[in-house]
């Protein structure tokens, strides 16, 4: 959208315009300098990945690359998912003394400041590298069925302030090497199938030829911007957009890999996480002064 907006062109047009290559819809803003992007995903209808998020942008004329990035991530609470076929009870909310409702929401927020050289794609921050951490060491742990949540579901703290510090203590650890590798490899018998069963499944787009697949990412594969020439697109065959499938495989490598997932730490991609519940800011750890 910057791009149009600002007359820049960095992209491949197809992926500004589509297989038509149709500019017609463009409208020139005069004097734009900043412009501002807010996207909001909602969990209940997200068959990938329940956490409700909002992704807020924030770009310049003279900066479009590396824009500055605020993530705010919703730990599901008592919700279901009503675009899908097994109509998933999503709750990864604590019991805190005693009760899973003493408090309704659990929001982590993560800022990535202006041209940041970060180490993920530079443009498509992943939240997953923060919330999966928070989702199987600090919010709901364990579980029977990751599908559909038990009232004894979940990580039982005495008080709001141990949770608070067993969140300071994982954002500390998650800083970078070696403790962000210990992390990871906490976090690996979570990442299976039964809890990340979406992340196998096919997405098909109307074509009009066939292609092979092409997995999600690999920790050996960087996530590259695409261009015309990319044999990654040569592989789905754009701009018929075929078939693509998420490989649950290099899933689990990329996001417990040191290259790009959870093992290199937080540090390079983020310079602040914050806690924040029953919207009160409760906890900021920060990485580095922006």
């Not at 998933?88 to 019991?95: L, Q, T």
């Not at 070696?178 to 039964?194: D, G, K």
């Amino acid at each position: 959208v910057s791009e149009r907006v600002f007359r820049i062109s960095v992209t491949p047009l197809i992926y500004l315009y589509g297989p038509e290559l149709d500019t017609t819809s463009d409208v020139e803003i005069l004097n734009c300098h900043k412009l501002v992007i807010s996207t909001r995903i909602e969990g209940a209808t997200d068959n990938l990945n329940p956490p409700g998020r909002t992704i807020t942008y924030s770009v310049t004329s003279d900066k479009v690359f590396y824009p500055e990035i605020h993530l705010d991530v919703e730990i599901p609470a008592n919700i279901i998912q009503t675009t899908s076929i097994c109509k998933e009870h999503f709750d990864m909310r604590p019991i805190i003394g005693g009760s899973r409702n003493q408090y309704q929401s659990y929001i982590i927020r993560a800022h990535i400041p202006p041209q940041l050289k970060r180490t993920q794609n530079i443009d498509f921050p992943d939240f997953c590298l923060f919330f999966i951490p928070c989702r199987h060491l600090l919010f709901q742990g364990p579980v029977v069925d990751p599908k559909y949540f038990r009232d004894e579901d979940g990580i039982r703290y005495e008080t709001l302030d141990e949770c608070i510090e067993h969140f300071q203590s994982l954002m500390h650890q998650l800083r970078s090497p070696p403790s962000s590798e210990e992390i990871s490899r906490q976090i690996a018998p979570f990442i299976t199938m039964e809890y990340y069963y979406p992340y196998e499944t096919d997405i098909t787009a109307p074509t009009d030829n066939e292609s092979e697949t092409v997995p999600l990412i690999s920790e050996t594969t960087p996530s590259t911007p695409l261009t015309s020439d990319n044999e990654s697109i040569k592989q789905v065959g754009l701009p018929h957009f075929c078939v693509k499938t998420f490989d649950f495989v290099k899933f689990r490598e990329y996001i417990t890999g040191s290259l790009y997932g959870i093992g290199k730490g937080l540090a390079k991609d983020f310079d602040y996480v914050e806690l924040c519940v029953d919207d009160i800011v409760c906890s900021r750890f920060v990485y580095f002064s922006s």
